[in-house]
């Protein structure tokens, strides 16, 4: 796990692995365990879970219209389940996006100034790319969608919803969507970042975590009957469970999570970044062996980060 802690321009580091009963933490720079670092896209795990969670509960059901909880023009036949494993059809970004963000601040805070009412208005001005369900298209539209949906299903916003149904029950006192809570400094090209701010689809990539949180996170996913409530640890199974396979690749989707075939078992993973930080994170569950890595720099178009870190699980998986 050392070199991984050198793979990255990044000022602070911070990685976290169990294996068996082995659990370790490791910092670089001014970090410590409970280090607050932006996770980015790795918020989209902590939203399939709240899925999981309120549909263990029967508050929703995976086949629920998209348009059962958001009645805002909702182009086409989309289901909370498409939403959760990008085959909605929905765009990466909501239309517009884009060009507004280039003109605020693209390389700060693109998402800043997009309004949870901008993100839903965007919806009756949307075309799909596919009919839902058939074909595979990453969205962060879509996921941030998600949490909307399942915020008015219970009748309270994302970040509070989250916190009580997934957060505190699995102690994660480090953990949430605040941006005004000390974290680490972000950098992108080694000049530092403002914090992270996305109002408008908080599901999508708003959390904050740290290497302590993520390592017990990661442990409750290897042993889903030893966290939390009946519900929680129904969700901690459900968002392992395959959904899709992916074609000629042998790889499949499960609720959010990416799995990829290894030696005949399952390697779940999925990454994450904003302008200033890339967080990873992987567990075999068969094996008992996960990884949590989190860096401050934003990553470069190879991520070499990202992959060092996919990298260094497997040798972990090896050794055991």
Known sequence: ????????????????????????????????????????????????????????????????????????????????????????????LPPGMLSRAARSGWFSNPYADYSPDDALAALSRTRLHHRPGTHVHYSNFGAGLLGHALSHAIGTDYPILLTNRVLAPLGLADTDCDPNRPQATGHWRGRARPPWRIPGLPAAGALRSSARDLLNTLTALLAPETAGPPSLRTALTEVQRPRLALPRTGNRLCLIWNLRPRQGRPLLHHSGATCGFTAFAGFLPHSGTALAALTNTAPTPLAPFVQASYETLCLLDEHC
């Open 1 to 92: 796990m050392h070199p991984l802690l050198e793979a990255t321009k990044g000022t602070a580091t911070a990685v976290a692995a169990v294996r068996g009963d082995e659990r370790v933490v490791l910092c670089r720079g001014p970090v410590e365990p409970s280090t607050r670092f932006e996770t980015g896209s790795l918020t989209k795990t902590f939203t399939a879970l709240l899925l999981a969670e309120l549909a263990a509960r029967g508050e929703v059901r995976y086949d629920d219209p998209l348009a059962r909880y958001l009645p805002h023009g909702v182009p086409g036949p989309i289901t909370l389940l498409h939403l959760a494993t990008h085959t909605s059809g929905l765009p990466r």
